[in-house]
């Protein structure tokens, strides 16, 4: 059993390393304010250059597809709206808050594939069932944070996780067996500390609880993303997407076999391009 007695003592222990960036954190508690608008938001932005020369190239690439090239911060914000602009946002800040996290036991670029990929996969189902699908992104790149932070934290139980855990329901195990929680309830407390809406917080917490698409179907959708990047990275146990389909129940959501597999195209088809932007030179692996 770790030192730490909760997942909430454990984050602080890493409070100073996983800050989202100022701009970042003023930009997302402005988006909550009503009288907000573009022009407020993008001075915002604008106050990170890095940040607002992203913004600019992911408005301007083929995941928006506009036909006009977008040359300002506010004219972008207009037009892609705050949703988008807080996906934008909050993927830059993790990216970055994240990076001070090192370890030897995940490439940072396959950490972020999946990541990236859970994201997209959410966004292609949510119109399906109706449900945000900016909000969907952000909750799917930001499920496996916690994960992260075990790694830096906590190597010699990660080591234990790593060599012996044989799918996902499993490394969740080693996780609350050693350690007494597991990385969903970092991630939790993680998206709390950065002041994240509550509805994010709780799907981080819950995406890898299979409640029935009737009590949350944000956190069901985030779940069925998970489970179909999982199943696309190759992770055990391989099953093949029909039998995953019906080991999910995802029929219950109203997904068809067909949904899916329209969902997993879209969402590949953006995620090299999305990849490159949010994490640069990750796609040289792959």
Known sequence: ????????????????????????????????????????????????????????????????????????????????????????????????????????????????????????????????????????FIIGLLHDIGKLAIFHQSPDVARVIVEQSTNSEHWVQLENSLLGFSHSDIGFQLARQWKLPKIFCECIMLHHSPLSFGESPMQHVVYIANELASYLDNTPPNLTLEQLHTKLDISLSGLSLEDLKQAIELANSQSFEVMETIYPGSTAIY
């Open 1 to 136: 059993m770790s030192e730490h007695y909760s997942a909430s003592d454990y984050v602080a222990n890493i409070t100073n390393l996983v800050s989202l960036p100022e701009a970042c954190q003023r930009v997302n508690e402005l988006i909550e304010l009503p009288s907000t608008n573009a022009q407020i938001l993008a001075e915002a932005v604008s106050l990170d250059p890095a940040l607002a020369a992203m913004l600019l190239k992911v408005t301007n690439s083929a995941f928006f597809g506009f036909k006009q090239s977008i040359g300002t911060v506010s004219h972008a914000i207009s037009i892609i709206g705050k949703n988008e602009l807080r996906s934008i946002v909050l993927s830059a800040g993790a990216v970055d808050a994240m990076a001070n996290l090192t370890t030897e036991f995940i490439e940072m670029s396959q950490f972020w594939h999946h990541s990236i990929l859970t994201g997209l996969l959410a966004r292609s189902i949510a119109p399906y069932i109706d449900c945000n699908k900016e909000e969907l």
